[in-house]
């Protein structure tokens, strides 16, 4: 198993401009348990499990469920750097073992965290650095032609995506699979590498824990650079209800593919109703540690 490696005194040197941003603007530190009940909440995303000699728990896909716990009770702002785990099969950008920063603000949209992270990129690069923002919806129709709100259904979107020569794709695949390979295949490789773009208001299938825009659309954004997805953030879900349905929708998408849903997060839906309004931001660290390097050696 490959973990990623960094020169430490740069590692170092990086970590502490992290700390140093966040606490500087007011953010509590936060440290929560990476051995959990429900590892993953969405169905793509599968965890590790450990076993010990009495029972078996998961570990951490990502600190979200567990920080929003947290929130509930301190209600003000908050950060985390912890190590993630994640079933993925090694590459050059994905680890099964990896660096993860997460941090939520209260009261707040993710109109305002996306400002968060551009600021967050312009301290640890100490540079001037030129940043887009698009819709997906812009993406989708400028670089593949194709208005998502106009193709709802799987047969719809299918029939857009081997227009587009995505063969291997068939009628097994879900409406998400469908955006996904679009997203994969055409739309990331088109961005600029050298400019940070973040796209925003992803379709709310995709949104999994983001609030709802409207019955179509999702407040969720993604930080794009260097040919990497560095971010995934929105202004995040308070409903019970919602998470609950959308806990059974992802229960039946991994149904789908043969897989056993996965635990409910009895400890987030337990607080649910004391989270305030609020939006969040989970950074790939190795990624963005990467990137900022490449962009120094440039």
Known sequence: MKVPHHPPHDWARFIRSIRHFFESRGFLEVSTPLLVPAGAFENAIDPLTVHSQ??????????????????????????QICKCFRDDPDTEIHFKEF?????????????????????????????????????????FREKV????????TAEQLLKKALALGLDSLSSNNTWEDLFF????????PSLDPQVPTLVTDYPASVSTLAKPKDSFWGERFELFWKGMELCNGATELVSEKLLRSRYEFES???????????PFPERLAAVMQKLPESSGVA????????????????
Request: proline residues 5%; neutral net charge; hydrophobic residues 40%.
């Open 181 to 188: 390979r679009i997203m994969l295949d055409k739309i990331e």
């Open 99 to 139: 660096h993860m920063l997460e941090f939520y603000r209260p009261h707040c949209t993710y109109e305002t965290t996306q400002k968060d992270v551009i600021e967050l990129l312009l301290s640890v690069t100490q540079a001037p650095i030129s940043t887009r923002r698009m819709s997906i919806d812009q993406l």
């Open 252 to 262: 039946r998408e991994r149904q789908k593919v043969g897989k056993a849903p996965h």
């Open 54 to 79: 009495a029972e078996s728990a998961q570990l951490h896909t990502s600190p979200e469920m567990e920080m929003k716990v947290v929130m509930a009770e301190v209600k003000a702002p908050i950060f």
């Open 283 to 298: 950074v790939g660290l190795d990624r963005l540690f990467w990137a900022v390097r490449s962009q120094k050696t440039s």
């Open 145 to 152: 032609g194709i208005e998502l709100e106009k193709a709802p």
